[in-house]
């Protein structure tokens, strides 16, 4: 039987550009998910959908009958008590789902040596236990808000300060060059992982 792929979590501030780095896991060969698919999903869950528009009410639900992630957000955005119900319900679901989605792979014949998600709420949501490795990308605040149309200082409030991700990180790598050198730093933490 071979062994469990390699887990890794991409975790940091909004805009510091984890999407970046998971793809480019991706190139060098990692299997990859976010945590934001994953929401995607649930969110389209009968059960899920009950939930949230019942806490929420109906104006979460967009014109095509699903619900709307942008009006979620607007919903919760100033009301700590909603947002705490819904980062609730949805945590331990995705923490779910990623688990199977690792277990499945584990199962395959030819699994892959290394698998990346991205949890933007990693060490808030207490879930690094769940992985062998963290790799924390950080970049200044005014260039993740120059990359982020979500508005980070509020939602940044909340959230550890990525000089303490950065400090429990396996991997740390501050995003302020080009898409060339983040792609060497995975590189050079996918050829550290494997060898």
């Known amino acids: ?19 970046e780095a998971l793809a480019a896991f991706r190139r060098h060969g990692a299997a990859t998910v976010s945590s934001d698919e994953i929401v995607h999903e649930l969110l389209r869950r009968a059960d899920v959908k009950a ?11 967009g014109p095509d009958g ?11 955005f100033n009301d700590r008590e909603a947002l705490a119900w819904l ?6 679901l995705v923490s779910a789902e990623y688990l199977r989605w690792r277990d499945q792979l584990a199962e395959l014949p030819n699994p892959p040596r290394v698998t990346v998600t ?19 990308v950080t970049a200044p605040s005014k260039l993740r808000r120059a990359r982020s149309a979500v508005a980070t200082r509020e939602r940044e409030q909340r959230l550890l300060p990525e000089e303490e991700k950065a400090k429990r990180a396996d991997y740390v790598y501050r995003n302020t ?8 730093f995975v590189g050079s933490v996918m050829h550290d992982l494997m060898s």
């Open 1 to 19: 039987m071979s062994p469990r792929p390699i887990a890794v979590a991409i975790t940091g501030g909004i805009g510091a550009g984890k999407s």
């Open 51 to 61: 939930a949230v528009v019942d806490r929420l009410g109906l104006g979460v639900v």
């Open 66 to 76: 699903e619900l709307d992630r942008g009006a979620i957000g607007s919903a919760v």
């Open 87 to 92: 980062e609730n319900l949805l945590h331990p």
């Open 118 to 136: 991205e949890v933007p709420l990693l060490f808030e949501a207490g879930s690094e236990s769940r992985f062998d490795k963290v790799v924390v």
């Open 177 to 184: 060059g080009t898409l060339t050198e983040l792609d060497d």
